[in-house]
């Protein structure tokens, strides 16, 4: 039994529980529950074992005692009855945006529709008309609601939308008659993938404002135009959303507009124990308006101090913020450096002026200028005279420069038993050594923790690159005993980076929060192997925000001459503080 089939159970027994008109508390929990296992960066089996089950947040006597007979049985006697009330086509249907459960259950009992593909025919065919509450225009918002709901499975990566988001919103900056606009959704909370584009524009002449919007040049297909509300379609099919709201409710219809669904529930919550009312107008007691133009000002009446967006995910936040101990996560402008940039030396395309340039327009102090070593010749690995020849040129660089300095890395080859691709005298006179896994990805999880544990425990790797081996939407992270590596990089000052290239984000958001509570500490790196690739350093650093990390557990934040004492002897005071 794994983490997600137990998840999996969890967040079926909450659908059929709204087919069936359940208590929606009880249900609310079920899907807690399966959201916080699935933030579990430890096998639920070993929690169980040591009985501390009810530690997981959102996770009571009750719910412990479900896992528990998941774990042992493989199923849930209660899932197992909830299963044989419902059919199963009917669960499907519920994902569709705009149908209930109520009509759910209709259109199976009327037409025993049974899946998506299936109501999407009839619905095209007219077929539903006639039946108890459906109109023409049900039709319609079903088959809107059909294409919603693909628009959200096929998510896009949050670094390949930005530049085409900013760009809009600087449009429409330029354009149109607005007092403020910024992004929203999961896109201002630095979700990995996104699957639409929320812009809010603040403006007394909203229709003005849509005008433009729609007559934007990158609009390809107007999806909905309304006086306060419009979507459209780019060429490549994204989905932007617009909405503009009057000057004093900015900050309320930001609050609601970024999200997360979730983190709004429970702020909204908080509001009703204190007789407000929240929306995105503002906040409201009866008739009265008591806060809406800032989102300080919003969050302030329900008794909570600013939270970043990259935390809106109700992950605990709102629970630290009330007790007083939301931390200060890093922001982009502590960033001095950039740990990991490819250059001509191997398979990058930059000179190490040209990077030092990107650096300065980036107001870096430094950058760790790594290529890949010998065997990854695929990639132009350099070898030993290679090697030799870059240090000469950057320290040729560094006594130039005198701004931005160059640290000698490399991105070290982790053999299959474990071995390095320089010898240890070699990697003693680096600057800044990062090791990796590029082969042998489908090792078993014993094999590729011994390997990453081994370069762990080398003196001179400063950092493990992209830990995981994941890719978005196109690999899965390798088998690993994440658990392991969190306390050996703890223990021996060994940091993880967090690889900003948008397809990595590797550590993600959850993996970096778990490793930070056993003491761990992170190098950013773009992994940039093209210049412009470098502005993808503030992906990591949304990563790390999502992770909830400080500015004294990225190694990012200090400053050149810091740095190099810090690199100098592994197992140092900042390390492993
Ligand atoms: P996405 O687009 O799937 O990456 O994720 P979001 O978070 O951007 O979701 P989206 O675009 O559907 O909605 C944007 C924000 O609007 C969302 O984060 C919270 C708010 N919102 C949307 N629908 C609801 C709702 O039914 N209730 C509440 N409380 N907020 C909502
Ligand atoms: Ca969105
Ligand atoms: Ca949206």
């Given amino acids: 039994m794994k983490n997600s089939d137990v998840c999996a159970i969890f967040r079926q027994m909450a659908e059929i529980m709204e087919i069936l008109g359940e208590d929606v508390y009880r249900i609310r929990a079920y899907q807690r529950a399966a959201q916080n296992i ?65 009509t759910a259950k209709m259109l199976y009992e009327e037409l025993g529709i049974e899946s998506v593909a299936q109501l999407e025919r009839l619905a095209r065919e007219g077929r539903l008309k006639g039946l108890p509450g459906i109109q023409a225009k049900t039709e319609e918002n079903i088959l809107r609601g059909i294409g919603l709901l693909r628009s959200v499975q096929e998510r896009r990566p949050l670094g390949l939308v930005l530049p085409m988001a900013r760009h809009i919103v600087a449009l429409l900056r330029e354009r149109a008659p607005v007092s403020r606009v910024s992004l929203a959704g999961s896109i201002r909370r630095y979700r990995e993938t996104v699957g639409d584009v929320d812009i809010l524009a603040g403006s007394r002449e909203p229709e003005a404002v849509m005008d433009v919007f729609i007559g934007l040049p990158v609009v390809a297909e107007v999806i909905a135009h309304g006086p306060t509300k419009s979507s459209i379609r780019t060429a490549d099919g994204l989905q932007v959303d617009l909405r503009v709201v009057p000057e004093e409710s900015y900050g309320a219809a930001l609050c609601y507009f ?7 529930i ?14 995105e107008y503002g906040v409201f007691r009866g008739e009265e308006r008591i806060a809406g133009a800032t989102e300080e000002e919003v969050l302030a009446a329900v008794g909570l101090p600013y939270i970043p967006p990259e935390m809106r995910e109700d992950r605990g936040e709102i629970e630290a913020a009330l007790e007083g101990r939301l931390p200060r996560v890093v922001d982009l402008g502590e ?25 300065r327009r980036l ?11 010998q065997s990854l010749k695929v990639a132009g690995g350099l070898d030993l005279a290679a090697l030799a020849k870059k240090r000469a040129a950057i320290a040729a660089f560094n006594a130039k420069s005198r701004d931005v300095k160059l640290l000698c890395g490399a991105e070290v080859e982790i053999g ?22 590029h082969t042998g990805l489908r ?17 001179y790797v400063h950092a493990i690159a992209h830990p995981t081996g994941r890719l978005l939407g196109e690999r899965e992270a390798y088998a690993l005993d994440l658990e392991a590596i969190f306390k050996a990089a703890q223990a021996t000052g060994t940091l993880l980076e967090i690889n900003a290239y948008y397809k990595r984000l ?8 778990a490793a930070a509570e056993k003491g761990v500490k992170f190098a950013i790196g773009s992994d940039a192997h093209l210049l412009d690739q470098m502005d993808f350093l503030e992906l990591g650093v949304g990563v790390a925000r999502r992770g909830w990390l400080g500015p004294e557990q990225v190694i990012n934040t200090l400053g050149y001459r810091e740095l190099l004492v810090t690199l100098g002897r592994k197992g140092n005071s900042w390390l492993n503080k």
């Fill in 38 to 102: 699935e933030n579990l960066t430890e096998d639920i089996a070993a929690i169980a074992a040591r009985g501390e089950l009810t530690k997981i947040p959102g996770i009571g006597k009750e719910l412990a005692r479900k896992i528990e007979e998941i774990l042992s049985t493989g199923t849930l006697q209660k899932y197992e009855e909830l299963k044989k009330k419902v059919p199963p086509g009917l669960v499907e249907l519920l994902q569709v945006p705009g149908v209930g459960p109520k």
């Fill in 258 to 264: 970024t999200g997360s669904k979730a983190h709004n």
């Fill in 266 to 279: 429970r702020v909204r919550e908080l509001g009703v124990r204190r007789g407000l009312k929240i929306n």
């Fill in 335 to 359: 960033i001095k450096g950039d740990c990991h940039v490819h250059s001509k030396y191997s398979d990058g395309s930059a000179s190490l002026e040209e990077i030092a340039a990107k650096a």
């Fill in 363 to 373: 107001g870096y102090e430094w950058v760790v200028v790594c290529d890949h070593s």
């Fill in 416 to 437: 299959m038993d474990g071995r390095l691709d320089y010898p240890d005298e070699v990697l003693a006179e680096l600057d800044f050594v990062v090791a990796a896994i």
């Fill in 443 to 459: 090792q078993s999880r014993e094999v590729q923790t011994r390997r990453l544990l081994s370069a762990i425990n080398n003196p």
């Fill in 506 to 513: 590797d550590l993600n958001d959850i993996h970096c929060r």
